[in-house]
């Protein structure tokens, strides 16, 4: 089956006899047992839930996996994995990461006793030089937020494999539609489902899909202790998102393909990191591993000034954190998602006063270049 035809019929309705077309919303904490010693499969909704249930067959069909576990947002998904590791262990992950991810890393897993060493992981070499007998996984972002950097996962995964690790991808950006981490040879896809899973900027969500029995199995286990799972109703509103999730990628993707031209020569615009346009550094990877490019971009200003007057001017785009709905936001990753990334640490890394990130959603291109040239434009 095609992935369009996967996202709306991805796994089948047969949880009631009614003939819904839309899958139920099993708004119940608990289920009854036919008998001693008996249950319909249900027993308690932090374990499975059916609408829940729905809603992760799909997303394992999207993904390619086994096995996918609905959280109540990426960063409970996150927190979860970590419980995979134990006091000594020690992870590589990408330098340039989601600000929340970076500070569960150093703010709440080092605690526990897990070290981790931030690497430019889109070079292999940098990788393997820091594998060490601790070292138990390799966790990427592809393409990075903000700054768009992309790692080959088919080569991340033979080493990893080589060194008995666990190649971990969040694959927020792309999605199972552009991108498949597990055919590459990950052993876990991580989402932030709040982002163009959902779609509509009015759910959290996360996801873990896996496609090894011991893994699901260990990260059930910790799933059902830990209790961070997807409410019925947020289930359903992932499942009614996911529904549009190709359509909506292509139209965003190429909006965003039009906007990334756009800035790319406008005066006030250093530097536009967007992996669909062939200057960037990592479009041919990007074209070898993904089939698209997503509709995500961060650019460069010419000064403080101007990034603050586009964010303040901007009025058809909204000044938000988030990403991946059908309206387009704007983003200071400075003061909003990488916050409370040390200073220093942050603008080694290129996010400093003068990088904005766009999320492209579905509003005409044409309005977004008209919003954004207006903002540019000094009073
Ligand atoms: C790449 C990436 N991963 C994970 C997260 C965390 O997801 P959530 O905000 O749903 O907790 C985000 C949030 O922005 C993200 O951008």
């Known amino acids: 089956m095609d992935f369009s035809t996967l996202c709306i019929h991805g796994n089948d309705n047969k949880y ?32 499975q839930n059916p609408t829940r249930e729905h809603l992760e067959k799909t997303v394992a069909k999207l993904e390619g996996g086994l096995d996918a576990m609905a959280f109540s947002s990426g960063m409970s998904a996150i927190a ?79 080493l990893a494999k080589s060194h008995d690790l666990l190649l971990i991808v969040d694959n927020t950006f792309l999605t199972p539609y552009y991108l498949k981490p597990l055919a590459l040879g990950a052993d876990i ?29 260990r990260l059930r286990f910790i799933y059902k202790t830990a209790g961070a799972c997807l409410s019925p109703f947020d289930s359903w509103l992932l499942i009614r998102g996911i529904k549009t999730l190709a359509v909506r990628l292509d139209r965003q993707q190429e909006t965003a393909m039009k906007i990334a031209q756009w800035l790319s020569s406008h005066e006030k615009v250093k530097a536009v990191h967007y992996v669909g346009l062939p200057s960037h550094p990592d479009y041919e990877i990007s074209k070898k591993q993904a089939t698209g490019f997503g509709s995500m971009i961060s650019f460069e200003t010419d000064s403080e000034e101007t990034a603050v007057r586009v964010l303040s001017k901007v009025s058809l785009i909204q000044y938000a954190e988030s990403l991946g709905g059908v309206e387009t936001l704007i983003t200071y990753p400075m003061l909003q998602t990488h916050a409370d990334i040390p200073k220093e640490e942050r603008e080694a890394k290129g996010i400093h006063e003068k ?7 579905l509003e005409c291109a044409e309005d977004l270049i008209h919003d954004l040239k207006q903002a540019f434009e000094e009073e």
């Open 189 to 217: 896809v991580i989402h932030s489902g709040t982002k163009f899973l959902g779609g509509h900027n009015d759910t959290l969500a996360g996801f873990l899909v896996v496609s090894d029995n011991e893994l699901s199995e």
């Open 355 to 361: 990088l904005l990130r766009l999320s492209v959603g």
């Open 80 to 158: 979860v994995l970590m419980e995979l590791f134990s006091p000594g262990d020690h992870i590589i992950a990408s330098d340039d990461l989601y600000g929340g991810s970076h500070r569960l890393f150093f703010n709440i897993s080092e605690k526990n006793g897990i070290s981790f060493s931030l690497v430019n992981t889109r070079d292999i070499s940098e990788i393997e030089s820091h594998i060490r007998a601790e070292t138990k996984a390799v966790f990427i972002e592809t393409p990075t937020n903000p700054m768009m950097h992309v790692t080959d996962i088919a080569k991340t995964a033979h």
């Open 16 to 47: 009631d006899n009614t003939g819904s077309i839309s899958v139920p919303i099993f708004q119940s904490a608990t289920f009854a047992h036919p008998g001693v010693g008996l249950s319909t499969g249900y027993d308690y909704s932090r374990l």
